[in-house]
């Protein structure tokens, strides 16, 4: 069965053929980053513009790449929650528009469940392995950070999540107070590497580090407002920042990073989570990376990352969820809405083992 995947939630126009949802036959993004690194953020209805502008051509490519003409095309998934609603409606009124005039299926897919998925694209032995469920999910984004834990009978429900900033978002916002430009993940990474990530020492909330205890509905939830303004306290309380900007990045990238890694850890031992998956796009972050690894060996807990081209937005991602649900007849309509806000129940999981 062969998926035509569109992806236009924020700034990256996208489309993807996938074939019974794990052989990729292409997969083309158009970036949207330098039109809006000079406002420091996604502006909306830009993005809409360029993904009006991009979505027939990066479709029409992912066709030629793939060799695959839209008569074999059997069903066309895209992302219809979370997301910007501009920047969503684009991408909805083609695929509604597209699959209307082909006579085939229209697919909504949730943002966050594909990015999920996208770890399993080239792992599909992981998710049929009866021995990994649970299995814990770590989305982390510019948009949502979260703990999901998936069921063998494909029942996901969302242990922990974001109180305030995403993950992503700290990092972004991170970037903006040193003027360090967008999107500010990737480049906080970089200068962090040669910096010490104990020179300065920043909050860890929600982990009881601070000597208040923690309430225990929070235990696995997280915030980081509270380090992105001792950040900004830090930075205004400096004349000279050059010479230490990597130890001030290092410590901050790894009070972020801690907090995540701390949390997935003990969340993964609470409910027996035999597979840790790690996902999203700052699941390409090197730290997080790496020492989630050196965690998930001490815990005893298998670790599958999602590959860099599957962390960041695109609609491989999209296709491949979108193959589970249309063989399980879960298909969407010409009528359905897009929604900027994402639905915390996220019910049945079509991908799993009992599906």
Do not use: W
Not at 9 to 26: F, R, Y
């Amino acid at each position: 069965m062969n998926i035509l995947g569109i992806e236009t939630s924020c700034d990256e126009t996208a489309a993807a053929i996938v074939q019974d949802g794990h052989q990729v036959k292409s997969s083309v993004i158009s970036s949207q980053i330098a039109l809006h690194a000079g406002y420091g953020g996604v502006i909306p209805e830009l993005a809409a513009r360029e993904h009006l502008k991009n979505i027939g051509p990066i479709v029409q490519a992912a066709l030629n790449q793939a060799r695959v003409e839209l008569q074999y095309i059997d069903a066309i998934a895209v992302t219809s929650n979370p997301g910007l609603i501009p920047a969503l409606l684009v991408g909805n009124a083609f695929a509604k528009g597209l699959a209307a005039t082909l006579g085939i299926p229209v697919i909504g897919i949730n943002h966050f469940l594909a990015h999920i998925y996208g770890t399993f694209i080239d792992n599909n032995e992981s998710l049929n392995n009866p021995e990994n469920y649970p299995i814990l999910a770590l989305v982390v984004s510019g948009g949502h950070t979260a703990i999901v834990l998936i069921q063998q009978d494909g029942n996901a429900k969302i242990i922990g999540s974001t109180l305030d900033d995403a993950a992503g978002e700290a990092l972004d916002k991170a970037a903006k107070i040193l003027n360090l430009g967008y999107p500010g993940g990737p480049i906080i990474d970089k200068l962090a590497k040669t910096g010490n990530p104990e020179a300065f020492n920043f909050p860890r909330s929600l982990t009881g580090a601070s000597g208040k205890p923690l309430a225990p509905e929070h235990k696995f939830d997280f915030s980081f407002s509270g380090v992105k303004t001792s950040l900004l306290n830090t930075v205004k309380s400096m004349t000279h920042i050059d010479d230490i900007l990597p130890d001030l990045l290092a410590s901050y990238q790894a009070a972020v990073m801690d907090v995540l890694i701390m949390k997935a850890i003990a969340a993964a031992s609470e409910y027996n989570a035999r597979l840790i998956c790690l996902c999203g796009g700052v699941a390409c972050n090197s730290y997080l990376r790496q020492n989630l690894q050196t965690a998930a060996e001490k815990a005893r807990r298998k670790l599958l990352l999602a590959p860099p081209k599957y962390c960041t937005d695109n609609a491989a991602m999209v296709a491949g969820l979108g193959f589970h649900y249309a063989k399980n007849n879960l298909l969407g309509s010409l009528d359905m809405p897009a929604n900027a806000r994402l639905d915390h129940n996220l019910g049945i999981l079509p991908f799993a083992i009992g599906n």
